[in-house]
């Protein structure tokens, strides 16, 4: 007999055959034996346990870690109505494989999301963005960060971390924005028999060239120096220039890229 197509033309095809015993199929690959008399039903599909019934769709939330595994993904699984989501604020990208189309009702289950790792340059930078430092952690931190500074040049900036390391002891009195436009730290030095004067000259900005993400380009990116004078102390720090302008833009290119590459359009927002 064919195959019934309801759950309720089973159940006809079982009262039809309650005086007498038959073997029914029924929809999903479900298989009856009805027995007479007091037509008994059993349902014989897999007695043993050895068919395993594939699932009606697809349940899959995956997490992945870089835009090139985003990409290889959801050109493997793709459907026409696949869609991109790209969160500026949470720096993430969500690939909705089974998007609902125009019109259509969709279970929107099977999911692929990644969330940008921000490199170590940007991370080690943006957490001093607008903190106030002494000379000697300041001069430190840039001694250690050099290598993302382009300008001034390498030679120029380890001047500068020598000067401000070995001048802890002198009173700052003030500072007088030089014709290079750095700002030059006056103090006097009572620490010896003679008091001496001097200046120690800090660079008024610095440009840095660092990636935004993990394993990105390098963006360049300026930071304005900053400095207060407590007494006769000298407090120093930067603050960076538009940075969160950058980050923006850098995102935005690479959510434009991974939708070119995938051939799948991209929204800005989030899904419900």
């Not at 014989?44 to 595994?69: E, M």
């Not at 990644?114 to 957490?127: H, Q």
């Given at each position: 007999?064919?195959?019934?197509?309801?759950?309720?033309?089973?159940?006809?095809?079982?009262?039809?055959?309650?005086?007498?015993g038959e073997v029914v199929h029924g929809p999903n690959?479900?298989?009856?034996?009805?027995?007479?008399?007091?037509?008994?039903?059993?349902?014989?599909?897999?007695?043993?346990?050895?068919?395993?019934?594939?699932?009606?769709?697809?349940?899959?939330?995956?997490?992945?870690?870089?835009?090139?595994?985003?990409?290889?993904?959801?050109?493997?699984?793709?459907?026409?109505?696949?869609?991109?989501?790209?969160?500026?604020?949470?720096?993430?990208?969500?690939?909705?494989?089974?998007?609902?189309?125009?019109?259509?009702?969709?279970?929107?289950?099977?999911?692929?999301?990644?969330?940008?790792?921000?490199?170590?340059?940007?991370?080690?930078?943006?957490?001093?963005d607008g903190k106030m430092m002494d000379q000697l952690?300041?001069?430190?931190?840039?001694?250690?960060?050099?290598?993302?500074?382009?300008?001034?040049?390498?030679?120029?900036?380890?001047?500068?971390?020598?000067?401000?390391?070995?001048?802890?002891?002198?009173?700052?009195?003030?500072?007088?924005?030089?014709?290079?436009?750095?700002?030059?730290?006056?103090?006097?030095?009572?620490?010896?028999?003679?008091?001496?004067?001097?200046?120690?000259?800090?660079?008024?900005?610095?440009?840095?060239?660092?990636?935004?993400?993990f394993g990105g380009e390098t963006v360049s990116l300026?930071?304005?120096?900053?400095?207060?004078?407590?007494?006769?102390?000298?407090?120093?720090?930067?603050?960076?220039?538009?940075?969160?302008?950058?980050?923006?833009?850098?995102?935005?290119?690479?959510?434009?890229?991974?939708?070119?590459?995938?051939?799948?359009?991209?929204?800005?927002?989030?899904?419900?």
């Amino acid at each position: 007999m064919s195959a019934p197509e309801t759950e309720a033309g089973v159940i006809a095809e079982l009262a039809v055959r309650a005086n007498g015993g038959e073997v029914v199929h029924g929809p999903n690959g479900r298989t009856f034996l009805v027995s007479a008399p007091g037509a008994v039903v059993k349902d014989i599909t897999d007695p043993h346990g050895i068919v395993v019934d594939p699932p009606a769709r697809i349940r899959q939330s995956v997490t992945l870690q870089t835009v090139d595994s985003l990409v290889d993904y959801v050109d493997r699984f793709k459907t026409k109505d696949t869609v991109l989501f790209a969160d500026i604020r949470q720096s993430s990208i969500a690939a909705l494989i089974d998007y609902h189309g125009p019109g259509e009702a969709a279970h929107v289950d099977h999911k692929a999301t990644m969330i940008l790792p921000f490199s170590e340059e940007w991370k080690t930078w943006t957490a001093i963005d607008g903190k106030m430092m002494d000379q000697l952690t300041f001069a430190r931190f840039l001694e250690e960060n050099a290598v993302d500074v382009v300008a001034p040049s390498g030679a120029d900036l380890l001047e500068v971390c020598r000067d401000l390391q070995a001048k802890r002891k002198v009173d700052f009195r003030k500072a007088v924005r030089t014709n290079t436009d750095n700002e030059n730290f006056e103090y006097t030095d009572e620490t010896t028999a003679t008091a001496k004067s001097g200046g120690v000259e800090v660079p008024s900005k610095f440009q840095l060239k660092v990636p935004v993400y993990f394993g990105g380009e390098t963006v360049s990116l300026f930071a304005f120096l900053r400095w207060n004078l407590v007494e006769t102390s000298l407090q120093l720090g930067v603050k960076l220039h538009r940075a969160e302008h950058v980050r923006q833009a850098v995102f935005k290119q690479i959510v434009t890229d991974a939708g070119a590459r995938s051939e799948r359009p991209v929204l800005f927002g989030t899904a419900g």
